[in-house]
C-alpha cells in the first residue's frame, strides 16, 4: 500500500492539468476556471503543468529517463514564450487555435508568474538530474522560489487583492494551477533524496518530520480559508471588510488548531521519551544481571583456557612490554609459560617468571629474535619464523609464531626438529637428482657433439659419393651408407628431444601457422612410403577450423611425424589412413583435436597403458618386425603435455588403432582466404563429376558444397552430361598404376575443353605429369586434396600456379657465387672443414678458414666478411666467446650462422647475450648450406 501512495501526489497534479486541458477543448468552463472565468486555468497551463507530471513520473525509470527529457520541451517553450515572446506580441496565443469562439475574448496567454513558476520548476528538474554541485544549488534555489511565487500569486487570490497594480509581475494565479504545481515541487524533491532541503524533508528526523505535518497543516487551513473565502465572494454574503475579517478569525482558529495539534504531538513525543527512559532503566538492570553471569561465565572460561594451556602440546608463552622513557629502550618480562614450553626450553616457571628475557637468554638481544619481537609490538603485524635454539645441552629447531595483545607478546613454539631434519634431507636429495640430471645432460651434450662431428663426415661423404659416377652395385652401397647413417641420426635424435624434455629443457616456439598447409607437409614427407606401399591417405579438416593458429609447428610437425609414420609402418600393404581435425570445447575452453586412424595391425588392449612409456613396443617380435626405438610415442606425450594438452589412443587387435591428441585452440584473426569462405554462385554455373572412392567424395562435398558447386558421385565418365553456360570438371581419383589416365586424356569432351580434367593422384608420377603439362585444362593433385589448390583450379586459374611445391623437384642446382662476397668458416675440425669446403664448391664459393675463434676475431677485425659459419667447440676460445667479441668490437658485423654438433646450445643459445643469425645442426646437407647462402645471397 505504501508503495502505491507514492504515485498519489503526481497524478492528482496530472489529473488536475488534463481536466483543466479538456476544459479548455469541450468547453467545459466549470474544469479550467475556479470563479467565473476570472481566475482561470489557461491552456498553455494546463498543457506545460501535465507535460511537467508526465516528465517527473518517467524520469523515476532509467530506460525512459531521457524520454522524460522530451517532454520538459512544452513546459520550457510556453514559459519562454509567456515570458519573452508573447509579451512583445511576436508569436500568437497558440492556445487559441483550440479555443472556441464563445471564449476567445478571454485572455489566453499564461501569467508572468504562472510562466516563472513554471520555468523554475522545470530548470530545478533538469539541475537535480545534473551531478555537478553548481546546478544542485542553483536548482535548491530556484525551487523555493517557485513555491514563493506560488503563494504570492495565490495570495491575491486569496484575499481578493489586485497586487499586479503595485507589483505587474505578481499577476492572479487559478486555485488549479497553485495547486498542480504545489503537487510537482514536491515530486521535484523526491528526484534527489541525498541532496539539499529534500535531503532535509526525507531525513526522517524529527524536525523533518514536524515540518511536513506543520506544512500539511497550514495546507488544509489555507484549502478551509481558501474556501470561505470562495463561497462568500460567489453568494456575496459579505461586504470587503468583513471579509477580511472572516478571514482573520479563520487564520487564527486554525493557527490555535495547529498550535494544539502541534502541542498534542510534543506531549506523545515526551511520553514516548519517559518510555524510553523506563525501558532503558529496565534494560540496564537486566544488563547488570547479564554482566554477572558473563563475568561469572567468564571467571568458569578463564579456569577452562587455563587448563587448556596447561594441557597444550604446545609451548605457549607470554611476555609482558616494559618502555623505559629515560632510556628509549623496550624490555620484554616474562609473564607466563605453560609446561610445554617449560619442557621445549628446559626452564621452570620459577627460572622466569617476572624476569628479562635477556637476562636469561644471553644472546637474544644480539640475534634477530629480538628484533622480530620488537616489530611485532611496533607494527602490530603477526609474525612465524623458524628460530635455532641452543641453550645448555639443547640444540632444536623451533617455529615461532607472535602476536600482539594489548601491551604483551602471546608466543607459540612448536619444536620442529625432526621435520626440519627430514626436509633438509629432501632438500639435499633434490639437489642430489637436479646434479645428476644436470650431469646426465652434460653427458648427453658431450656426446651428441661426439657423434654428430664424425656422423657430420659419415652423412655428408655419403652425400657427395652418390653425386659420382658409380655403378649399380657401388650405388646401392651409397645408398644403404646413408640410410644407415640417417637411421643412426633418428636414433639419437629421439634420445636427445626426450633427455631435453626430461629435463625440460625443451622450449616452444609459438608463431602463427596455416595449420592445414602444415598438415599436408606433414603427410608429403612420406610420399615415397606410400607409394611404395600404396597406401590410401585421407585428409579430413572440418570447414570451422581455423586457417592460423598460434602454435610451435616444428613439435606439431614432429608429433604428427611420430604418429602418421607409425600408422605408415604397422599397416600393411593397400591399407587406408586418415588424419582428422576438429574443434571441440571443454569448459569455456577450446581445443584442436587430431586424430589419425589406420586399419592396421592394432595393439593389445593390456599393451596399451604402456605404449606411451619410455622404450615400450607391444612385444620384441614388433621392434624385430618394424624396428624402432620406441622413443616417439613417449616424446609426442611429452611434447602435448608440455603444449597443456592431451593424448590417448583406441585400437583393437588385427583391426586398425585410432591416436588422439588435443591443444588448446588460439585462433589468430578470422579466416581470410577466399577458399574458407562460402561462395554465392549462380545455380548450375559449375558442374563437377568424381570417380572415385566414398571417402573423398565426402570430404570434397564438404569444400564443393561451401563454394555452391554441384557435384555428382558418378561411375562413368559416358554420364557427363555437357551443359550450356556451365563449368563441367571431372574429377578423377586413380589409382597406383595410373592405368587409366590415358583413356580419361581422350575423351571428346577433354580434347573440345567442354570439360576440365582434374587428376587425384596418390603417388608422385613423373611421367605422367609430363604427359599432362602439354595438355590445356587438365590438372594433377597430389593426394590427400589441398584444398586451397582445387579452390584455385575452380576459380582462378593463376597462372604459373605450383602444385605440390613441397615436392616439385629440381632437375638441376645451377648455383653460382655472387661475386665480391666472401665467407668465413671457423671449423676446428679438419673433415668438417672438407666437407664444407666440397659443397661449397659447387656454387664457387672459396671460403677463407679459421681453425678456432682467437684466429677468427683477427680475421675480422682485418677483414671484411658477407657471413660467417661459426662453429661452437673449439680450442683457445670457443665460438661464444668469439662471436661475443666480434659484436662487441666490430662495427656493423656481418651475419653469423652457428654450425654445431651441440644439440643443447642450439634451444639455449638467447643465454649467451649473443644475436644469432642461423643456427645448423651437424650433421648437414648441402641443401642447409645452399639455403643459408641463398638466404643471405652469397650464392645466386
Known amino acids: 500500500m505504501k508503495k502505491h501512495l507514492k504515485y498519489i501526489p503526481i497524478v492528482l497534479s496530472g489529473l488536475i492539468s488534463l481536466l483543466s486541458l479538456l476544459g479548455w477543448i469541450f468547453d467545459i468552463p466549470i474544469l479550467y476556471s475556479s470563479m467565473n472565468h476570472i481566475d482561470s486555468m489557461k491552456f498553455s497551463t494546463s498543457i506545460s503543468l501535465l507535460n511537467l507530471a508526465i516528465s517527473l513520473a518517467l524520469l523515476r525509470y532509467t530506460p525512459y529517463k531521457k524520454l522524460g527529457h522530451v517532454f520538459l520541451i512544452f513546459p520550457l517553450f510556453y514559459s519562454i514564450n509567456s515570458l519573452v515572446l508573447q509579451q512583445t506580441n511576436i508569436f500568437p496565443n497558440f492556445e487559441n487555435l483550440l479555443i472556441h469562439d464563445n471564449l476567445s475574448g478571454i485572455n489566453g496567454k499564461m501569467s508572468l508568474s504562472t510562466a516563472t513558476v513554471i520555468l523554475f520548476s522545470s530548470l530545478s528538474i533538469l539541475f537535480f538530474q545534473s551531478q555537478n554541485n553548481f546546478f544542485l544549488v542553483l536548482g535548491n534555489i530556484l525551487l523555493p522560489l517557485s513555491f514563493a511565487i506560488d503563494f504570492i500569486g495565490f495570495s491575491s487570490f486569496l484575499f481578493n487583492i489586485s497586487i499586479d497594480k503595485k507589483l505587474p509581475f505578481f499577476q492572479s494565479m487559478s486555485l488549479q494551477a497553485v495547486l498542480a504545481n504545489i503537487l510537482i515541487i514536491y515530486e521535484i524533491l523526491r528526484l534527489r533524496e541525498d541532496y539539499g532541503i529534500s535531503k532535509f524533508i526525507h531525513s526522517g528526523r524529527i524536525g523533518s518530520r514536524l515540518t511536513i505535518f506543520l506544512s500539511i497543516a497550514l495546507g488544509i487551513t489555507t484549502l478551509f480559508i481558501t474556501s470561505i473565502r470562495v463561497y462568500s465572494h460567489k453568494h456575496q454574503l459579505v461586504d470587503v471588510e468583513f471579509g477580511i475579517l472572516l478571514v482573520a478569525i479563520s487564520i487564527f482558529f486554525s493557527s490555535i488548531l495547529i498550535l494544539l495539534i502541534t502541542g498534542i504531538k510534543i506531549n506523545s513525543l515526551d511520553e514516548k521519551r519517559e518510555s524510553a527512559e523506563l525501558e532503558l532503566k529496565r534494560y540496564n538492570e537486566n544488563l547488570e544481571s547479564v554482566i554477572d553471569e558473563k563475568t561469572k561465565t567468564l571467571l568458569e572460561t578463564q579456569i577452562f583456557q587455563k587448563d ?113 631434519i627430514q626436509q633438509n634431507e629432501l632438500k639435499k636429495a633434490k639437489l642430489d637428482a637436479e646434479s645428476a640430471l644436470e650431469a646426465k645432460s652434460g653427458f648427453l651434450a658431450a656426446m651428441s657433439h661426439e657423434i654428430r662431428t664424425p656422423l657430420n663426415g659419415v652423412i655428408g661423404m655419403g652425400e657427395l659419393l652418390s653425386h659420382t659416377n658409380l655403378n649399380p652395385e657401388q650405388k646401392e652401397y651409397v645408398q644403404n651408407l646413408n640410410i644407415s647413417s640417417e637411421l643412426l641420426m633418428s636414433i639419437l635424435n629421439d634420445i636427445l628431444d626426450y633427455s631435453k624434455l626430461d629435463s625440460n629443457k625443451m622450449l616452444l616456439h609459438f608463431e602463427s601457422v596455416n595449420i592445414r598447409d602444415c598438415i599436408c607437409e606433414c603427410i608429403e614427407l612420406f610420399t615415397l612410403k606410400i607409394t611404395e606401399k600404396k597406401f590410401h591417405v585421407y585428409f579430413d579438416c572440418a570447414l570451422d577450423v581455423p586457417e592460423f593458429i598460434r602454435t610451435d609447428q616444428f613439435r606439431i610437425k614432429q608429433i604428427l611425424n611420430n604418429l602418421f609414420g607409425n600408422a605408415l609402418k604397422f599397416t600393411n600393404t593397400n591399407g587406408e589412413i586418415t588424419l582428422r581435425i576438429r574443434t571441440s570445447k571443454e569448459n569455456e575452453n577450446k581445443f584442436l583435436l587430431f586424430q589419425i586412424e589406420d586399419n592396421g595391425i592394432g595393439i593389445p588392449d593390456d599393451k596399451q597403458e604402456k605404449l606411451f612409456s619410455l622404450f615400450t613396443q607391444v612385444d620384441s617380435s614388433t621392434t624385430k618386425s618394424y624396428g624402432g626405438t620406441g622413443l616417439g610415442l613417449a616424446i609426442s606425450k611429452k611434447i602435448v603435455l608440455q603444449m597443456q594438452g592431451e593424448i590417448w589412443l583406441e585400437s583393437k587387435w588385427n583391426q586398425g588403432s585410432s591416436f588422439y591428441f588435443k591443444i588448446p585452440l588460439i585462433p589468430i584473426g578470422e579466416n581470410h582466404s577466399d577458399y574458407l569462405k562460402e561462395r554465392h554462385e549462380n545455380p548450375g554455373s559449375k558442374l563437377a563429376y568424381f570417380l572415385g572412392s566414398d571417402k573423398n567424395y565426402e570430404i570434397l562435398k564438404s569444400y564443393l558444397d561451401l563454394w555452391k558447386v554441384e557435384f555428382i558421385h558418378s561411375s562413368d565418365p559416358s554420364e557427363i552430361s555437357i551443359r550450356e553456360n556451365s563449368e563441367i570438371y571431372l574429377l578423377v581419383e586413380l589409382d597406383f598404376d595410373s592405368k587409366n589416365s590415358n583413356s580419361f586424356l581422350e575423351l571428346d569432351a577433354i580434347r573440345n575443353n567442354q570439360v576440365q580434367l582434374i587428376f587425384l593422384n596418390p603417388q608422385f608420377n613423373k611421367t605422367l605429369r609430363e604427359t599432362i603439362s602439354q595438355k590445356t585444362g587438365v590438372y594433377d593433385l597430389l593426394l590427400p586434396i589441398r584444398m586451397n589448390l582445387l579452390y584455385s583450379i575452380l576459380f582462378t586459374e593463376k597462372e604459373g600456379l605450383e602444385f605440390n611445391r613441397s615436392l616439385k623437384k629440381k632437375d638441376s642446382e645451377n648455383y653460382s657465387a655472387i661475386k665480391g662476397k666472401k665467407v668465413l668458416l671457423v671449423e676446428d675440425h679438419a673433415m668438417n672443414q672438407k666437407l664444407a669446403i666440397r659443397f661449397m664448391e659447387k656454387w664457387g664459393v672459396i671460403p677463407e678458414i679459421a681453425d678456432n675463434g682467437k684466429i677468427a676475431v683477427e680475421k675480422v677485425t682485418a677483414n671484411k666478411y658477407d657471413l660467417i659459419l661459426m662453429d661452437i667447440h673449439m680450442p683457445e676460445m670457443d665460438g661464444i666467446e668469439a662471436t661475443r667479441t666480434i659484436q662487441s668490437q666490430i662495427e656493423n658485423p656481418p651475419p653469423i650462422v652457428i654450425m654445431s654438433a651441440d644439440v643443447f646450445k642450439k634451444e639455449n643459445h638467447k643465454d649467451s647475450k649473443i644475436y644469432i643469425s642461423d643456427f645448423v645442426l651437424k650433421p648437414f646437407k648441402s641443401s642447409d648450406i645452399r639455403d643459408i647462402f641463398i638466404k643471405y645471397k652469397i650464392i645466386n
Open 308 to 420: 587448556i594451556l596447561i594441557s597444550a602440546p604446545n609451548g605457549i608463552i607470554k611476555l609482558k612490554v616494559q618502555e623505559i622513557e629515560e632510556s628509549s629502550k623496550i624490555y620484554f618480562i616474562w609473564e607466563y609459560i605453560n609446561p610445554a614450553a617449560q619442557k621445549i626450553l628446559g626452564f621452570t616457571e620459577e627460572m622466569l617468571l617476572g624476569k628479562y628475557v635477556h637476562e636469561v637468554m644471553n644472546d637474544f638481544s644480539v640475534n634477530n629474535l629480538y628484533k622480530s619481537f620488537l616489530n611485532v609490538y611496533q607494527t602490530g603485524k603477526s609474525i612465524s619464523l623458524e628460530y635455532n635454539y641452543s641453550y645448555f645441552n639443547k640444540n632444536i629447531w623451533l617455529n615461532i609464531s607472535v602476536v600482539k595483545s594489548q601491551s604483551s607478546l602471546i608466543i607459540n613454539i612448536v619444536d620442529i626438529t625432526e621435520s626440519y
